[in-house]
């Protein structure tokens, strides 16, 4: 949605998004790093794209886990679909344990992403009709991206990591569609739609 405000406005999404946290340093700080570790602004091969996303978690007084995450795809000619690479910056406060954090981030990208392209319960006369991983489509190491996860340094108190990376991917993933093909995603899975 807040892609689509910006380019009602004529704006460039994330000068958009930093306008909108003049109150929230900490957002602000965590887009501002992403778009620089992932290369917000520089071309990309014709049929790619780049897409953001920034979520807040765990709102505990002041202690919250900021999570941003931005998405770089390709659709081919044919609509084949494929996520190259996601950059993410969390600040969850202080982190005990730099790997741990990274291992949880990893996996709730690849999970959210997983959900966003291809999981699916059907019913056929009334029951669900798959019943295991063999017809119930998920990620494979084949679909996972490049990921790049970094942590803000802080001496804010703790707060957590399991979750946050699970939601933002979704946004960026269509975002970076949008950015690829000019064409919104209005419903999930994507990997059933077509995209050309």
């Known amino acids: 949605m807040v892609d689509e405000l910006a380019e009602l406005a004529g704006q460039d999404p994330l000068d958009y ?39 807040d ?19 081919s000619k ?4 494929k996520v190259h690479r996601v950059d993410c910056v969390i600040d969850c406060g202080f982190v005990v ?5 990274k291992a949880q981030i990893e996996g709730s990208i690849i999970m959210g992403m997983s959900a966003a392209l291809f999981e699916q319960i059907t019913l056929e006369d009334g029951r ?4 295991n991983f063999d017809d119930y489509r998920i990620a494979r190491m084949r679909d996972t991206p490049e990921i790049n996860v970094s942590i803000v340094k802080s001496d804010s108190a ?3 990591s399991g979750e946050p990376g699970t939601s933002p991917i979704v946004p960026a993933i269509t975002n970076a569609i949008f950015a690829a093909t000019g064409k919104r995603i209005r419903r999930l899975p994507i990997g059933r739609q077509k995209l050309v």
């Open 97 to 101: 344990n730099p790997d741990s954090v």
């Open 78 to 81: 044919r609509g084949k679909l």
């Open 158 to 160: 703790p707060t957590g």
């Open 57 to 75: 978690w765990f709102p505990l007084e002041e202690a919250v886990t900021v999570v941003a995450q931005m998405v770089e795809v390709s659709v």
């Open 17 to 55: 998004r930093i306008k909108l946290m003049s109150e929230s340093p900490r957002h602000r700080a965590v887009l501002e790093q992403v778009a620089k570790q992932g290369g917000w602004g520089s071309t990309l091969p014709e049929g790619h794209g780049r897409g953001l996303a920034i979520n």
């Open 128 to 131: 669900v009709a798959q019943s």
